[in-house]
T-cell receptor
Framework: TQLLEQSPQFLSIQEGENLTVYCNSS?????LQWYRQEPGEGPVLLVT?????EVKKLKRLTFQFGDARKDSSLHITAAQPGDTGLYLC???????????FGKGTTLSVSS | DARVTQTPRHKVTEMGQEVTMRCQPI?????VFWYRQTMMQGLELLAY????????DSGMPKDRFSAEMPDATLATLKIQPSEPRDSAVYFC??????????????FGPGTRLLVL
């Protein structure tokens, strides 16, 4: 069974702080996606990373795909209350046909 | 602005009752997914369809759950009979798969189910 482990599970920080969320697996993925989910809504795609070592930036968010395509990280610079939500990573297995989701990291940013 | 719609948004029912959840995928999308989300298990894939044909329903309890796509604009997920352990948020998502391209999944707002 292919699993994606996310850490930390919960994160509570002050506005302006930096943070990093990790997504790890023992399996190789052809690509990996990050989603953000707000209360009462469905997940919304933030980014897809495909190439090992790839780095993508989305304003204050930086996403990195591990060289071996087994792990990924999301770094947020100068967090804001609007960043509050559940962050999910999801990977496409090499031999699979459907996304596998991690359990998510719940981020709370207070002002 | 195209969106996946789900009905109902909330459902409270008693154990043993039938529950039907509906999803309208984004027009033109050829793949539809059903997920269940709980605090303990996170987001779990129950089943998915491509061009209305079921591709994988291995994540779904077969004895009580069924998923269908009567037409390209409607996907349904039924639970009969429902049990308290089915309480969760059920999400539908749709996407467009062409060749080997990895699709982006667009999620609906979910149906929050509580079985008493």
């Amino acid at each position: 069974t292919q699993l994606l482990e996310q850490s930390p599970q919960f994160l509570s920080i002050q506005e302006g702080e930096n943070l990093t969320v990790y997504c790890n697996s023992s399996s190789v993925f052809s690509s990996l996606q990050w989603y953000r989910q707000e209360p009462g809504e469905g997940p919304v795609l933030l980014v897809t990373v495909v190439t090992g070592g790839e780095v993508k930036k989305l304003k204050r968010l930086t996403f990195q795909f591990g060289d071996a395509r087994k792990d990924s990280s999301l770094h947020i610079t100068a967090a804001q209350p609007g960043d509050t939500g559940l962050y999910l990573c999801a990977g496409f297995p090499i031999s699979g046909t459907a996304l596998i989701f991690g359990k998510g990291t719940t981020l709370s940013v207070s002002s | 602005d195209a969106r996946v719609t789900q009905t109902p948004r909330h459902k409270v029912t008693e154990m043993g009752q039938e529950v039907t959840m509906r999803c309208q995928p984004i027009l033109g999308h050829n793949t539809v997914f059903w997920y269940r989300q709980t605090m303990m298990q996170g987001l779990e894939l129950l089943a998915y369809f491509r061009n209305r044909a079921p591709l994988d329903d291995s994540g779904m309890p077969k004895d009580r759950f069924s998923a269908e796509m009567p037409d390209a604009t409607l996907a349904t997920l039924k639970i009969q009979p429902s049990e308290p352990r089915d309480s969760a948020v059920y999400f539908c998502a749709s996407g467009l798969v062409t060749g080997t391209a990895q699709e982006t999944q667009y999620f609906g707002p979910g149906t929050r189910l509580l079985v008493l």
